[in-house]
DNA sequence: CTCCTGTGATTGAATGACCAACCAAGTTTG
DNA sequence: CAAACTTGGTTGGTCATTCAATCACAGGAG
């Protein structure tokens, strides 16, 4: 018999939440539904996690680890980053389903509101590096790489969310679209007046 | 004392329940607060909405409204609707902070779902709609307003999202990047005004 | 080798609060 | 008067959190 780790039942608990959290809802889902997924008292639930607060919180951390897109720099970094998220559309509906609640959530609760607000800000400024790298290669001016960034990962958030809330929407025609727009407008034709 | 129509009550507590809603967020708000915001008795919510879903599918409904940025056709009504829509980013924060809400609520209840759902098709349509009468006056091929479509409406939400959550975010940056972005994009490849 | 004991892990029941929905009785209005 | 409107209390249930009690086990004492 293997060494019995005592955050084996915290694992235990962190995967459950995630899995009920993401099936049921964020408000259909009680502590005990999580202990009874995860086979264990209600009691230790609180035992590990101080609060139902602050479990969530460990939830969205998690997932947001599930949703790394970046595996290379410049512009071969941004068309495969543009292919991982197809692909993460397919394979972590569960993820983004509950990334988008989460969001709901966090417009009104303080903690959980500062987690994905900062991992917005993460995720735009690696955009924005990509976008600068992409512009730099093409020796133009880097300024435009802040607006192309909020643009980007806006269009990565409202993807998301259609895909999850509409089955029969298209994802990959929009990424492909997002992508090809992205990439153009680092061109300095875009200018505005 | 002034006439009093039948359908007084049912206004305000339709209003009350935006109200409540947008400012505690949907866990947090009970029939209970929003018959005392309205000034009436508990009793009296359910007897104008048989229960709390279908009040909050009236409030959605309510908060569609609030969001139409279609004013014009063609070229002019695409930038229109994008100058818009910054204003509504400004004039209508509970609003969208409600919309996101509930669109995460949406992903496990069924009737908010397809409310949601429905809204967002409707927008993606009038989208289309506008990006087509671009292309037609280009005289360009129309195919790609169906993507460019999914990517505008996508950016909006994105928007929207981002501006709710953090405080910080340059809306008005992002929103003119995105109409840069969707009306070059109408053109085909290769091609630069 | 056995017993003892302290500590962290785990249990399940109790607490106190809250809520959506229902209802029976009152009020207004046409 | 009858129908629509309004009231506020009740009901049956759920929930997060707390807590006292039990368990597993490691390691020191005898």
Redesign the interface.
């Known amino acids: 018999m293997g060494p019995k780790l005592p955050s084996d039942s915290r694992e235990k608990i962190l995967q459950a939440a995630f899995a009920v959290l993401s099936r049921?809802?964020?408000?259909?889902t009680s502590i005990h539904d999580i202990a009874e997924e995860a086979g264990v008292a209600q009691g230790l639930v609180h035992y590990y996690f101080k609060s139902k607060q602050k479990l969530v919180l460990a939830v969205l951390f998690e997932v947001c680890q599930k949703m790394n897109v970046y595996t290379a720099e410049g512009t071969a970094g941004a068309l495969a980053a543009f292919e991982n998220f197809k692909v993460l559309l397919r394979t972590q509906p569960d993820a983004h389903?509950l990334y988008?609640?989460?969001?709901?959530?966090?417009?009104?609760?303080k903690e959980i509101?500062a987690g994905?607000?900062d991992n917005?800000?993460m995720e735009?400024g690696h955009v924005e590096d990509l976008a600068r790298q992409v512009l730099a290669e093409r020796e133009t001016d880097p300024s435009?790489s802040?607006?192309?960034a909020?643009?980007v990962?806006?269009?990565?958030?409202?993807?998301m969310?259609?895909k999850?809330?509409?089955p029969e929407?298209?994802a990959d025609?929009?990424v492909?679209?997002?992508a090809?727009?992205?990439l153009?407008?680092v061109y300095p034709?875009?200018q505005?007046a």
Do not use: T
């Not at 049921?24 to 259909?28: A, C, L, R």
């Not at 990962?153 to 993807?159: C, L, P, Q, R």
């Open positions: 049921e809802g964020y408000e259909n389903s988008i609640q989460l969001m709901g959530v966090g417009l009104h609760d509101g994905i607000r917005i800000r735009r435009p802040r607006a192309i909020s643009v990962w806006a269009g990565v958030i409202g993807i969310v259609q999850s809330i509409d929407f298209n025609e929009a492909d679209a997002l090809a727009m992205a153009s407008a034709s875009g505005r």
